[in-house]
Antibody, heavy 121, light 106 residues
Framework: EVQLVESGGGLVQPGGSLRLSCAAS????????MAWVRQSPGKGLEWVST????????SYADSVKGRFTISRDNSVDTLYLQMSSLGAEDTALYYC??????????????WGQGTLVTVSS | EIVLTQSPATMSLSPGERATLSCRAS??????LAWYQQKPGQAPRLLIY???NRAAGIPARFSGSGSGTDFILTISSLEPEDFAVYYC????????FGQGTRLEIK
């Protein structure tokens, strides 16, 4: 059974940093592209970032480019999102999501339950 | 950025009725469109990908159609568990989501 378990969320002050993790199991993690998608409280979904299987191919939404870094460690089946210069607009539930194949993340066939990031003083 | 506009914002129907949800793109996305279902407190669930392909385990009452800029998600006969929020998502030019359609019980 595919499982994606996010962690690392919490309350952080404006301008602060946080690193999110997503532990994957139930599939060969190293063979699939992955993504982070966020959802602000009561709002819709927003794509944040995507990473290819080897970690050398990444893309970011304009809203986070230069502040967030996606990475992965295939030896421990874990996806990461390093977030810095956080602002109130980054407050959201952050989901990690698995792609259906290796080349890219065209859509998410599996999703975690999310980890909540709250940016507030 | 490709903007996806979903309509209606809210739809009120009864179990057994047919639901037709619309997603319109600001420019052509070919058939690179997916649909998700999200229930309160849950993660999104993939229903349809590439406009008309049902994801694994999705009941046959869910179907998708369209290409270019206009897409439809149809639920042929609503079951009680189908009342949720539905999102469309395109992958033609980066990735964007629609704002969602809330399907509520009448």
């Amino acid at each position: 059974e595919v499982q994606l378990v996010e962690s690392g969320g919490g309350l952080v002050q404006p301008g602060g940093s946080l690193r999110l993790s997503c532990a994957a199991s139930g599939f060969t993690f190293s063979k699939y592209a992955m993504a982070w998608v966020r959802q602000s409280p009561g709002k819709g979904l927003e794509w944040v970032s995507t990473i290819g299987v080897r970690g050398d191919s990444t893309s970011y939404a304009d809203s986070v480019k230069g502040r967030f870094t996606i990475s992965r460690d295939n030896s421990v089946d874990t996806l990461y999102l390093q977030m810095s210069s956080l602002g109130a607009e980054d407050t959201a539930l952050y989901y990690c999501s698995k792609a259906p194949y290796s080349a890219s993340w065209p859509h998410g066939d599996y999703w975690g339950q999310g980890t909540l990031v709250t940016v507030s003083s | 950025e490709i903007v996806l506009t979903q309509s209606p914002a809210t739809m009120s129907l009864s179990p057994g009725e047919r639901a037709t949800l619309s997603c319109r793109a600001s420019q052509s996305v070919s058939n690179y469109l997916a649909w998700y279902q999200q229930k309160p407190g849950q993660a999104p669930r993939l229903l349809i990908y590439d406009a008309s392909n049902r994801a694994a385990g999705i009941p046959a009452r869910f179907s998708g159609s369209g290409s270019g800029t206009d897409f439809i998600l149809t639920i042929s006969s609503l079951e009680p568990e189908d009342f949720a929020v539905y999102y469309c998502q395109q992958r033609s030019n980066w990735i964007t989501f629609g704002q969602g359609t809330r399907l509520e019980i009448k």
